[in-house]
């Protein structure tokens, strides 16, 4: 039996998963399981039906998996990313609590994040975007302030070495963002559809574009479809909890152990509320995180 090969997954729609192999080929490849849990990014194990075309027979231990899940389903985005950029936009608006969900799934998987403000260059909405952006300034968070369409250089410095991981709503610039770091990406956009035989798509899952050495230091980026949603199902509420990063020195603080931070007595998270050091909009999204988890949980014990 002849040895298996090995490559990336570099694009994926439905079954099928473009997987790069070391020697640069690109094939056209099937999971062997019913269900898949490939994921762009995934180092993966295959083995040739044809000149062109393969069966992926094992996916390689993962560094990180990055995902969303329901009550009903989950949906993987991209594996083994070392990086997670959030991107919004002065305009069209954007969510906080949409940011705050990536921020705490990538939190869940110890993936540093950070948050770039895209169009800076609209600089009459510029104030606006960025007040809205305090909340996660104080909490920790890093914020990065650029114009996709005029230099990237600040966020191309950070993404040395990485593999990076852009995410966000529709309508931010993300696909701009991965034109002006990838020079090919549309080109290789292209080759990706020509492998998948996916000409009359226009949605896949997350694709993966390596970045220029000369201008990185190597590392990859992976663009990522707008997010509409972004479900926290399968993390704990000690993993919602410690994805806020301002309240994380609080927890364990609150009188009761299982203290669900709403009208119980002594609650620490509630307090630093009151006093200002927990901004009201987190908190009120902390709490929908918690509600959604224990409608979750019973979900699954009742099913």
């Given at each position: ?234 993390l704990s509420q000690r993993e919602i909890e410690t994805g806020f990063l301002e309240i994380r020195p609080l927890l364990g603080s609150c009188r009761f152990r299982d203290c669900q931070h709403l009208k119980e007595p002594d609650c620490a998270l509630r307090a630093a509320r009151d006093a200002g050091d927990f901004s009201e909009r987190r908190y009120a999204t902390l709490l929908q995180l918690l509600d959604e988890h224990r409608v979750a949980v019973r979900h699954r014990l009742e099913h």
């Open positions: 039996m002849s040895q298996p090969l090995t490559g990336t997954v570099v694009a994926a729609f439905g079954r099928q998963y473009a997987v790069r192999l070391e020697d640069g080929r690109e094939l056209l490849c099937v999971p062997r399981a019913k269900k898949s849990e490939v994921a762009c990014g995934d180092a993966v194990e295959i083995a040739l039906t044809s000149a062109d075309q393969g069966v992926i027979e094992r996916i390689r231990e993962r560094s990180s998996l990055f995902y969303r899940a329901d009550q009903w389903k989950e949906k993987l985005i991209a594996a083994n990313v070392s990086q997670v950029v959030v991107v919004v936009a002065t305009e069209p608006g954007f969510s906080d609590e949409l940011i705050t969900r990536c921020l705490v799934a990538a939190d869940a998987q110890d993936i540093p994040a950070l948050i770039v403000l895209n169009k800076c260059d609209l600089v009459a909405q510029l104030p606006a975007a960025r007040a809205q952006l305090e909340i996660f300034v104080r909490a920790g968070h890093e914020v990065l302030a650029l114009s996709a369409r005029e230099d990237v250089a600040v966020l191309r410095n950070r993404l040395a070495g990485h593999t990076s991981l852009l995410v966000g709503q529709s309508g931010m610039g993300k696909s701009t963002l991965t034109n002006a770091l990838v020079p090919d990406a549309e080109a290789r956009t292209r080759e990706i559809s020509a492998v998948l035989d996916s000409g009359k798509h226009t949605t896949t899952h997350a694709r993966l574009y390596p970045l220029p050495a000369d201008t990185t230091s190597g590392g990859f980026l992976i663009d990522s479809p707008g997010l509409q949603s972004f479900g926290l199902a399968h």
